[in-house]
């Protein structure tokens, strides 16, 4: 049964603050992602890697970035928090050739 | 550029009756289109792909590459249907970036 695990359920922090989000997944994917969800916007694209140390800009990058120093651990920085990125984040993960992500339970973060 | 289309947000149907989510896609290529369904409280989860030609849980979806559709449909809703449809598109290359549209939130009335 894949697992895709983030760190955190619900998370409030103070506008300025750096914050860390973590997604482990244990089933050996090269492929990771994370995305944030919005009403009425869906689910954006923040950044994604393919390997170890790789990385890729996605459609809304700006205010992140990530770190993938294993393969099973990707992570998503926020140098600066601000309000306007409080929001539903979610983390995926997939083969390189495989044609299904797994989604971890989300992080509701809050920046106040 | 890959982008995806899902032109409601909201969509209600009667129990029974029949249920069609659009699904509108551009790429400049062969895309793998798929739908992912989140149920309340749920993870998010893959329903279907279109290379699988598959039907899960009564759901179908073709893709039109005249029209660059993937609709989703069902010829009978069934209340435990009530979710967030989201559709969506990986397109070619190493790197294979997956993309969402913004969802549909179906509704199923008993």
């Known amino acids: 049964d894949v697992k895709v695990t983030q760190s955190s359920r619900y998370l409030v922090k103070r506008t300025g603050e750096k914050v860390f989000l973590e997604c482990v997944q244990d089933m050996d994917h090269e492929n990771m992602f994370w995305y944030r969800q919005d009403p009425g916007l869906g689910l954006r694209l923040i950044y994604f890697s393919y390997d170890v140390k790789m990385k890729e800009k996605g459609d809304i990058p700006e205010g992140y970035s990530v770190s993938r120093e294993k393969k099973e651990r990707f992570s998503l920085i926020l140098e600066s928090a601000s309000t306007n990125q409080t929001s539903m984040y979610l983390c995926a993960s997939s083969f390189l050739g495989g044609t299904e992500a797994f989604f971890g339970q989300g992080t509701r973060l809050t920046v106040v | 550029a890959q982008r995806v289309t899902q032109p409601e947000k909201l969509l209600s149907v009667f129990k029974g009756a029949p249920v069609e989510l659009k699904c509108n896609y551009s790429?400049?290529?062969?895309?793998?289109l798929f739908w992912y369904v989140q149920y309340s409280r749920q993870r998010l989860q893959l329903l279907l792909r279109?290379?699988s030609r598959e039907s899960i849980k009564g759901f179908t979806a073709d893709l039109n590459k005249g029209e660059t559709s993937f609709h989703l449909k069902k010829p009978f809703a069934q209340e435990e249907d009530s979710a967030m449809y989201y559709c969506a598109l990986r397109g070619i290359g190493s790197a294979r970036q997956l993309t969402f549209g913004s969802g549909t939130q179906l509704t199923v009335l008993p």
């Open positions: 790429y400049s290529g062969s895309p793998e």
């Open positions: 279109h290379i």
